[in-house]
């Protein structure tokens, strides 16, 4: 099994290589070039980073979101799992796989000067609606 690295490992809820096996039916190792549990773990990291990290600690103290998350993690933990898991899909249908370090010159061939529209290329749009759905609503708690 491959999780993500010690960068992300405290995030209150995560997906693994075989939770994206499982409930999307997608090998990592068949669909990451190279076959190696360290871009695996670069995978995933990049799905923990785009899903926490752009969306959810973007509009809110990180600490006042993981507490919230934790407090109700049963009530989270299925659609934070979904937002995760939706991604994931989305990066390799996509084919954009990249890690996103903030100088991402072009996505799709295009070249973006801001982060936003950047952001609005490489997340899934349905994890918006998604994480807006969660009681409470983790995406917008604790601004």
């Known amino acids: 099994m491959v999780n993500v690295s010690i960068l992300y490992e405290d995030l209150p809820v995560k ?24 871009k695996i773990r670069a995978f995933l990291d990049t799905v ?27 009530r989270l933990q299925k659609p934070l799992k979904i937002a995760l898991l939706t991604q994931a899909q989305y990066l390799l249908s996509n084919g954009n796989i990249e890690l996103f370090n903030g100088a991402v010159k072009s996505v799709n061939g295009v070249d973006f000067k801001e982060t936003a529209e950047v ?25």
């Open 15 to 38: 997906v693994t290589d075989e939770d994206i096996e499982s409930f999307l039916a997608l090998n990592l190792s068949h669909e990451i070039k190279g076959d190696s549990n360290t």
């Open 119 to 143: 952001i609005s290329k490489i997340i899934a749009p349905s994890i918006i609606n998604i994480l807006i759905a969660t009681k409470p609503n983790i995406l917008y708690a604790g601004e």
């Open 48 to 74: 923990h980073k785009h899903v926490y990290y752009f969306l959810i600690y973007n509009t809110g103290d990180p600490e006042i979101k993981n507490a919230i998350i934790t407090k109700y993690v049963n």
